[in-house]
């Protein structure tokens, strides 16, 4: 079975400053590692997703994760926050090569960027 | 091509009664996923189900919860004699292929409250 843990619950931090988001999973098998972000009142958008291949991974507005395999961790990170990217944050495994695979998602860490 | 369309969007119900949700997946796309969310919680899934068959239903409370997904229409869940500890966001995933390292499409979700 899997397990996610993510360590922080809540994350403030100020506009342009840098970001890191904790995920940590537990998994006697190999996995897919995923971060979700959910803005209020919406359903879950896929942020970027680990599969295989390079162990860093970029989405599309400037956020990376780096799967760790020793370390069993797939942190994110952002350089430079926008207040945009106010939201909650949800890391989740699934089985790898598993038919039908469900995700497990992790407790979630909610980013507040003020100005 | 409108994606993972959830209704109601809310939806109160009174101890007792019976909650439908339903959930229509993106064109194209024959597997369903139901994931719950409990406040202050991530998500959890609940149940895998392509056309006309359950694939995987580890999740689901062993009593009063259903989901069909029948050849015609959309997928329901269905909730029967609520209670408030139902009360949830009841979220909805579609995708092309088995397995989310394909991709899922999250609906916005049903929000239900029980009174």
């Known amino acids: 079975a899997q397990s996610v843990t993510q360590l922080d619950s809540q994350v403030p931090v100020f506009e342009e400053a840098p970001v890191e988001l904790r995920c940590n999973y537990s998994?006697?098998?190999?996995?897919?590692l995923f971060w979700y972000v959910q803005y209020p009142n919406q359903g879950l958008q896929l942020l970027l997703k680990y599969l295989s291949g390079s162990t860093l991974v970029e989405s599309i507005n400037g956020f990376e994760a780096e799967f760790n395999k020793s370390q069993t961790s797939f942190h994110l990170r952002k350089p430079s926050v926008h207040i945009s990217d106010t939201a909650e944050y949800f890391c989740?495994?699934?089985?790898?090569?598993?038919?039908?695979?469900?995700?497990?998602f992790g407790q979630g860490t909610e980013l507040s960027v003020k100005p | 091509n409108a994606g993972v369309m959830q209704n109601p969007r809310h939806l109160v119900r009174r101890r007792g009664q019976e909650a439908r949700l339903r959930c229509s997946p993106m064109k194209g796309h024959s597997h369903v996923y139901w994931y719950r969310q409990l406040p202050e919680e991530g998500l959890k899934f609940m149940v895998y189900?392509?056309?006309?068959?359950?694939?995987?239903e580890s999740g689901m409370p062993k009593e009063r919860f259903s989901a069909e997904f029948p050849k015609e229409g959309p997928s329901i869940l269905r909730i029967q004699q609520v209670v408030r500890g139902d009360s949830a966001a009841y979220f909805c995933?579609?995708?092309?292929?088995?397995?989310?390292?394909?991709?899922?499409?999250f609906g916005s979700g049903t929000r239900l409250t029980v009174v």
């Open positions: 995933a579609s995708s092309k292929e088995s397995g989310p390292a394909y991709g899922y499409t």
């Open positions: 998994s006697s098998v190999s996995v897919y």
């Open positions: 989740a495994v699934s089985e790898a090569h598993n038919q039908g695979g469900k995700l497990i």
């Open positions: 189900l392509q056309k006309e068959n359950i694939i995987d």
